[in-house]
């Protein structure tokens, strides 16, 4: 079934870890995004991505980093957590295909703690 | 720059009531809005958008370019629309869809 998958839902981790936050899509897009939401508040564009090899960065400064290898997969990684980073990180993705409707399909959610 | 303005956090309002969620943007070209909802423990999807003109779970939305605004309306609120609603804008920058989210709107049905 096309979807998008989100690893791990939820995530506790100490200051100074590395982490990595997985985003998967089977639904065949070419355009891939990463959001960052903190309760009650908007939805900001941290990265997203054309296709495989292109990778941009977004309207909010983030210190993390994403790749795309392949087009299903675009990871974001952070080198080393702070507190600063808790916050809901939401993955989407949307058609390429002209006229596009401009949806955006979006994963679950990866909500991350750094104590 | 294209901004998207949700003036209420919070809309409580009792089942069977009509609801009204408002939204007012800022764009200097031709905007494609969209209203995004998020129910408790479920995913961000897709509600409805302008260019469609359909009526999804009771729901409309007209853009209004006099007023900029694209608000949400329901004649009749169900306890299950009761769910965070975010109005969103799309344009299309250099060869991507960049989509600009409001705060968002909690609405609470009171059975």
């Known amino acids: 079934e096309a979807d998008i998958y989100q690893t791990p839902r939820y995530l506790v981790i100490g200051t100074g870890k590395k982490i990595t936050l997985e985003c998967s899509q089977t639904?065949?897009?070419?355009?891939m995004y990463w959001y960052q939401q903190d309760p009650g508040m908007e939805l900001h564009l941290i990265h997203y991505s054309y296709g495989v090899n292109s990778t941009e960065k977004g309207d909010l400064s983030s210190e993390s980093t994403v790749s795309r290898i392949r087009t299903e997969h675009f990871p974001l990684t952070l080198e080393s957590a702070r507190p600063s980073h808790t916050s809901q990180y939401l993955c989407?993705?949307?058609?390429?295909?002209?006229?596009?409707?401009?949806?955006?399909?979006f994963g679950e959610g990866s909500r991350l703690t750094v104590l | 720059a294209q901004r998207v303005t949700q003036p209420e956090k919070l809309l409580s309002v009792f089942k069977g009531a009509p609801v009204e969620l408002k939204c007012n943007y800022s764009y200097s070209g031709s905007p494609e809005l969209f209203w995004y909802v998020q129910y408790s423990r479920q995913r961000l999807q897709l509600l409805l958008r302008?260019?469609s003109r359909e009526s999804i779970k009771g729901f409309t939305a007209d853009l209004n370019k006099g007023e900029t605004s694209f608000h949400l309306k329901k004649p009749f609120a169900q306890e299950e629309d009761s769910a965070m609603y975010y109005c969103a804008l799309s344009e299309r920058s250099g060869g991507y869809q960049k989509v600009t989210f409001g705060t968002g709107t909690k609405l609470q049905v009171i059975p």
């Open positions: 989407a993705s949307s058609e390429t295909r002209s006229p596009s409707t401009g949806e955006l399909f």
């Open positions: 639904m065949g897009h070419d355009k």
């Open positions: 302008h260019i």
